[in-house]
C-alpha cells in the first residue's frame, strides 16, 4: 500500500506546545503507512534539528519574520508544497492553518488541509494581524476538510466564533509516560543542584516569558506562600526565564523573592526537573487549551495548582487543585494546600495523577486516533 505524504505547516519551531505535540507526533507515527514533511514558516528554531537529524524528517523553512507574510513568501511556500507533493496537508496553530490553505490554492496541489487550533480563544489579547488572521479563520474553513482542537473548550469558543462545527475533531495531547515518570532520586539531585537544605519543599512553574503566562500573579502568589512557609524553594524554567529578562528581575527584586526563587531557563531536561518538584504550578490568564506541561507533570506523579483556562480543570480534575485566574490570593492557597499535605498524601495524588494520564493520555493511544483521522480524509474511510 502506497504510504500517506503529510506535509505539516507551522509557525515556527521554537519551544512550545504545538510545536512539541507536532515532533512527538511525527516520531511515533508509522513510517511505513506515514511520509512526514515539515514547513516552519519561520527558522529552524530548537526543534529543527531533532526533526532533522534525531528523527530523519525532510524540513523546509521560509525564514519569514514575524508579521512579514508577503505574496513572495507565499509563492516560496507554493513551491514548497509542490516539491513535496503531499497527500494531505496539516497546518498548526493560526498562521499555519491559513498558510495551508492559501498554500494549496496558489500550489495548486489537489489534497485536503487540516487545522489544528492549539488554544482558546482570546481575541483581545491578540495582536492586529493575529486577529486578522483568526477571524480568515470563520471565511476559509470551508477549505478544510477537518478542523482539530486540543481542547473542547477551544472547540466550542471557536464555533461560537463562527467557525464551522461540523467539521471539529478534538484530539488531546499525547504524553511520554515512560520519559516523564517518576523519580525517586530526582529532588535529592534538584535541591543539591539548587544548594539548598534537603527539607525544603520546591514548587515549579514551566512556561516561557509572556503576558498569557501572568508571571506576575504567579510572583504575587509565591510572596504570599513564603511569608506562610520557610521552607519552600521555587524552580522556575522557560523561554527567558532568566535574570537577563530586566521586567521579571524587577518584579522578583520588587517583592523580595531574590532567595527563594531559583531561574533555569529553557531547559532541554524537563522530565528531570519536574519529576523533582513538590508540586507544579501553571498561572495562565488566558489562551491555553490542553497545556503540555500539566500533563508532563501528572505523568511524573506530580500534583498540580492551576487556573481554570482551557481544558486545564478537567485534566487536572480531583489530583489538584484549580483556581480562578488572576488571582493571586486563591492560587496561593491552592498552593499551600498542597503544601499542606503529607508527603504520603502528595505521593498517593500524584500516583493517582499519573494513571489518569497513561489512561487517558498516553502518546501512543493519541498517534492512532491522528492516524486514523488522517486516514479517512485521505482515503475516505
Given at each position: 500500500?502506497k504510504p500517506i505524504n503529510i506535509c505539516?505547516?507551522?509557525?515556527?519551531?521554537?519551544?512550545?506546545?504545538?510545536?512539541?505535540?507536532?515532533?512527538?507526533?511525527?516520531?511515533?507515527?508509522?513510517?511505513?503507512?506515514?511520509?512526514?514533511?515539515?514547513?516552519?514558516?519561520?527558522?529552524?528554531?530548537?526543534?529543527?534539528?531533532?526533526?532533522?537529524?534525531?528523527?530523519?524528517?525532510?524540513?523546509?523553512?521560509?525564514?519569514?519574520?514575524?508579521?512579514?507574510?508577503?505574496?513572495?513568501?507565499?509563492?516560496?511556500?507554493?513551491?514548497?508544497?509542490?516539491?513535496?507533493?503531499?497527500?494531505?496537508?496539516?497546518?498548526?496553530?493560526?498562521?499555519?492553518?491559513?498558510?495551508?490553505?492559501?498554500?494549496?490554492?496558489?500550489?495548486?496541489?489537489?489534497?485536503?488541509?487540516?487545522?489544528?487550533?492549539?488554544?482558546?480563544?482570546?481575541?483581545?489579547?491578540?495582536?492586529?494581524?493575529?486577529?486578522?488572521?483568526?477571524?480568515?479563520?470563520?471565511?476559509?474553513?470551508?477549505?478544510?476538510?477537518?478542523?482539530?482542537?486540543?481542547?473542547?473548550?477551544?472547540?466550542?469558543?471557536?464555533?461560537?466564533?463562527?467557525?464551522?462545527?461540523?467539521?471539529?475533531?478534538?484530539?488531546?495531547?499525547?504524553f511520554d509516560t515512560d520519559d516523564f515518570?517518576?523519580?525517586?532520586?530526582?529532588?535529592?539531585?534538584?535541591?543539591?543542584?539548587?544548594?539548598?537544605?534537603?527539607?525544603?519543599?520546591?514548587?515549579?512553574?514551566?512556561?516561557?516569558?509572556?503576558?498569557?503566562?501572568?508571571?506576575?500573579?504567579?510572583?504575587?502568589?509565591?510572596?504570599?506562600?513564603?511569608?506562610?512557609?520557610?521552607?519552600?524553594?521555587?524552580?522556575?524554567?522557560?523561554?527567558?526565564?532568566?535574570?537577563?529578562?530586566?521586567?521579571?528581575?524587577?518584579?522578583?527584586?520588587?517583592?523580595?523573592?531574590?532567595?527563594?526563587?531559583?531561574?533555569?531557563?529553557?531547559?532541554?531536561?524537563?522530565?528531570?526537573?519536574?519529576?523533582?518538584?513538590?508540586?507544579?504550578?501553571?498561572?495562565?490568564?488566558?489562551?491555553?487549551?490542553?497545556?503540555?506541561?500539566?500533563?508532563?507533570?501528572?505523568?511524573?506523579?506530580?500534583?498540580?495548582?492551576?487556573?481554570?483556562?482551557?481544558?486545564?480543570?478537567?485534566?487536572?480534575?480531583?489530583?489538584?487543585?484549580?483556581?480562578?485566574?488572576?488571582?493571586?490570593?486563591?492560587?496561593?492557597?491552592?498552593?499551600?494546600?498542597?503544601?499542606?499535605?503529607?508527603?504520603?498524601?502528595?505521593?498517593?495524588?500524584?500516583?493517582?495523577?499519573?494513571?489518569?494520564?497513561?489512561?487517558?493520555?498516553?502518546?501512543?493511544?493519541?498517534?492512532?486516533?491522528?492516524?486514523?483521522?488522517?486516514?479517512?480524509?485521505?482515503?475516505?474511510?
Amino acid at each position: 500500500m502506497k504510504p500517506i505524504n503529510i506535509c505539516h505547516i507551522i509557525t515556527g519551531l521554537n519551544r512550545g506546545g504545538a510545536e512539541h505535540m507536532l515532533v512527538k507526533l511525527v516520531s511515533g507515527m508509522d513510517r511505513q503507512r506515514y511520509r512526514n514533511t515539515v514547513i516552519s514558516m519561520m527558522g529552524k528554531g530548537v526543534y529543527g534539528s531533532i526533526l532533522e537529524h534525531d528523527l530523519g524528517i525532510p524540513l523546509y523553512t521560509l525564514g519569514m519574520k514575524a508579521g512579514s507574510m508577503n505574496m513572495g513568501m507565499v509563492f516560496k511556500l507554493a513551491h514548497m508544497i509542490r516539491s513535496v507533493r503531499p497527500d494531505l496537508l496539516q497546518g498548526w496553530m493560526y498562521h499555519g492553518d491559513i498558510a495551508a490553505s492559501v498554500g494549496r490554492f496558489v500550489s495548486r496541489i489537489r489534497c485536503p488541509v487540516l487545522w489544528n487550533i492549539r488554544g482558546t480563544l482570546s481575541f483581545e489579547n491578540e495582536k492586529p494581524l493575529s486577529r486578522q488572521i483568526i477571524r480568515l479563520h470563520r471565511y476559509l474553513d470551508r477549505s478544510a476538510a477537518a478542523i482539530i482542537y486540543n481542547s473542547r473548550v477551544a472547540a466550542r469558543q471557536h464555533e461560537e466564533f463562527g467557525v464551522d462545527s461540523c467539521k471539529t475533531a478534538i484530539i488531546p495531547n499525547g504524553f511520554d509516560t515512560d520519559d516523564f515518570s517518576p523519580r525517586p532520586e530526582a529532588q535529592q539531585k534538584l535541591l543539591q543542584r539548587l544548594g539548598v537544605p534537603a527539607t525544603c519543599l520546591v514548587l515549579g512553574l514551566s512556561a516561557r516569558f509572556h503576558k498569557m503566562k501572568d508571571f506576575e500573579t504567579f510572583l504575587q502568589a509565591a510572596s504570599l506562600v513564603v511569608s506562610a512557609r520557610q521552607n519552600v524553594v521555587f524552580v522556575l524554567t522557560g523561554t527567558d526565564v532568566n535574570l537577563e529578562n530586566a521586567a521579571l528581575a524587577e518584579m522578583i527584586n520588587d517583592l523580595g523573592l531574590q532567595d527563594r526563587l531559583h531561574l533555569l531557563g529553557d531547559r532541554a531536561d524537563m522530565q528531570v526537573i519536574i519529576a523533582g518538584l513538590d508540586c507544579l504550578c501553571l498561572s495562565s490568564a488566558w489562551g491555553e487549551g490542553f497545556p503540555n506541561v500539566i500533563g508532563e507533570a501528572m505523568s511524573c506523579g506530580v500534583p498540580c495548582v492551576v487556573t481554570d483556562v482551557g481544558d486545564s480543570a478537567s485534566i487536572v480534575g480531583p489530583y489538584g487543585r484549580v483556581v480562578p485566574p488572576r488571582d493571586p490570593d486563591a492560587l496561593a492557597a491552592g498552593l499551600l494546600d498542597i503544601i499542606g499535605l503529607s508527603a504520603a498524601e502528595r505521593t498517593k495524588m500524584g500516583n493517582a495523577a499519573r494513571e489518569k494520564i497513561i489512561r487517558e493520555f498516553a502518546l501512543p493511544a493519541i498517534v492512532r486516533r491522528y492516524e486514523s483521522l488522517y486516514e479517512s480524509v485521505v482515503c475516505g474511510n
